[in-house]
């Protein structure tokens, strides 16, 4: 089964997505994550993309686009977390599967609002070594501070400040809303109340993917 999260930033796409891959046995595509990654080692990737992510921007799609066609695997299900995010990238997506004969199954979109999303990051931790996320109110660690996972220091993302927040909330609505339409043409979109807690959510969605194949 190859999914697609779509959703503005904050909506849950990555707190869903870790849960359903462990129960579903899918592999889990983050692009936000494999950013950061390439951020912390300094590659070639990372440095280009730095200066985007800081300021809430978008990535340029050639680079994601490339990066997709580096950890998309041959076989198996994965849930894309995050990407496509342009109408070129869902193109692109598109063509890559083609190549290897293979098919989106469905399309998740998240549906949350402005204020939602600002009060949700704002109080974002994320895991520094393992990448668990946290948050201060809703799904506080045992320990301040501290993964209860690995031990690891949480920290606040660079791009969880409110103003930038609110930018990637824009870009979202200017760059990635137009892809509701085009999944929806192609039957392929399902929503959600992405508002309602984390296991209401991932019960809808163990249901909206249970025949899946
Ligand atoms: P990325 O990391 O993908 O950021 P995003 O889409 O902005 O999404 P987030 O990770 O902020 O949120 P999420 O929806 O995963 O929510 P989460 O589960 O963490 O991208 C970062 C940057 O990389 C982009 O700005 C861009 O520059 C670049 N980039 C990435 N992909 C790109 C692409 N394809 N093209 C170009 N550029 C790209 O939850 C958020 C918080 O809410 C957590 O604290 C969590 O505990 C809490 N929470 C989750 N669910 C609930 C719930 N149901 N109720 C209450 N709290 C909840």
Redesign the pocket.
Known sequence: MIVV?L????????????KLSQELGLLHI????L??DAVRKGTELGKR?KE??E???????S??INL?EEVMPQDGGFIL??????TA?ALALDEMLRKHGRELQKVVL?NISEEAVVE??S????CSQCGA???IK??PPKKEGVCDLCGGELLQ?E??REEVIRK?FR??AEQTRPLVDFYKEKNKLVSLD?????E??NKELLEVLKDGS
């Open positions: 999260f959703g503005p930033p904050g909506s849950g796409k990555g707190t869903q997505a870790k983050s692009t936000g994550d950013l950061r993309a985007y992510m300021k809430g921007e978008l990535v340029p799609d680079l994601i997709i977390d995050g990407f496509p995010r342009t990238q998240f949700r990051l109080g974002r931790l994320s996320v946290y948050h809703n799904h993302r791009d969880d990637r870009v979202y992405a508002e309602k807690g984390v209401e959510i």
